[in-house]
């Protein structure tokens, strides 16, 4: 499962760690990506979107069609 949201696009994202020496390497920040599975009435099948935690939260706040109406909009297959 990649690390990346297909509603918000969040993604992760790279630095330093720095050390109490001011050593610095490189580490990676991770997005909280969970996989869920929604029933879509529309074309009456469960689609299994692999979603940030925040974006699990818009899902419950505008609803699974509008939110696969969203992901198609960037041009992704659902």
């Not at 991770?30 to 925040?54: A, G, I, M």
């Not at 939260?57 to 297959?77: F, M, N, P, S």
Request: net charge positive; aromatic share 6%.
């Amino acid at each position: 499962m990649s690390a990346r949201c297909r509603l918000t696009g969040v993604q992760p994202v790279f630095g330093n760690n720095v050390s109490h020496s001011h050593r610095r390497t490189r580490r990676r920040w991770n997005p909280n990506v969970q996989s869920r599975r929604y029933w879509l009435p529309s074309e009456n099948r469960h689609v299994r979107l692999t979603l940030s935690t925040r974006a699990i939260k818009t899902v419950d706040k505008i609803g699974i069609e509008a939110a696969v109406a969203r992901i198609r909009a960037r041009g992704e297959r659902v």
